[in-house]
């Protein structure tokens, strides 16, 4: 869970306390941490006999849950486990999704949506190629989707246009798809819509 806190920074807050929740269960107690600090995206990790190594990725709209997935880690690499040099703090990750899944399955297009709004900041109009430093990537292989992060090097060539190679900077793991909640048909588009741009009378 550090590790993911870690990416996300400084857009996260971390709790400290240890909290008892099931959110499949009882959503309450994540609507009303998410209305406290003013959250529209949450991640909760938990482990038990029934569900080892445990990980809810979950968004909120209008202060309700909108939808929410549930992963089984598997063969988990952390930051520490890579002896290389990192990323930047802050740094706006190249978000990469492998496999025709994530467009021809519905639940998968759904998970994409929902990976893409954890994990991506900030939008930008233009992208400068020396900024490009992060690389988090997602294929999706039978039931499981592998998460790969990826420093990006640049490095010369015989072009004005450098040679890209990708060292792995970790965390790794290998995300199975357990359980998942998400909001109707309606509801998903009315949280998609963008608010209509006020017009300025002068």
């Not at 870690?6 to 959503?27: G, H, R, T």
């Not at 467009?103 to 190629?129: A, C, H, P, T, W």
């Amino acid at each position: 869970m550090k590790d993911l806190y870690d990416l996300k920074k400084p857009n996260a807050q971390m709790m400290q306390k240890k909290n008892d929740i099931l959110p499949f269960e009882n959503i309450v107690p994540i609507e009303k941490f998410a209305f406290k600090y003013e959250a529209s995206l949450f991640m909760m990790a938990s482990h038990n006999k029934k569900r080892p190594n445990n990980l809810v990725m979950g968004r909120m709209y209008d202060h309700m849950l909108l939808d929410m997935i549930e992963f089984g880690i598997e063969n988990y690499k952390g930051l520490k486990d890579f002896k290389v040099e990192k990323v930047s703090l802050g740094i706006k990750p190249l978000l990469i999704f492998n496999g025709e899944v994530f467009e021809s399955n519905y639940e998968y297009r759904r998970i994409k949506n929902l990976l893409v709004d954890m994990f991506q900041r900030e939008v930008v109009g233009r992208i400068r190629l020396q900024g490009l430093e992060h690389v988090l990537s997602f294929t999706a292989i039978e039931n499981k989707i592998l998460l790969r992060s990826y420093r990006i090097l640049l490095k010369k060539s015989n072009t004005r246009i450098p040679r890209i190679e990708l060292e792995e900077i970790g965390p790794r793991a290998d995300l199975l798809c357990r359980r998942n909640k998400f909001a109707s048909e309606d509801l998903f588009k009315q949280a998609c819509k963008k608010p209509k741009e006020l017009k300025v009378l002068l």
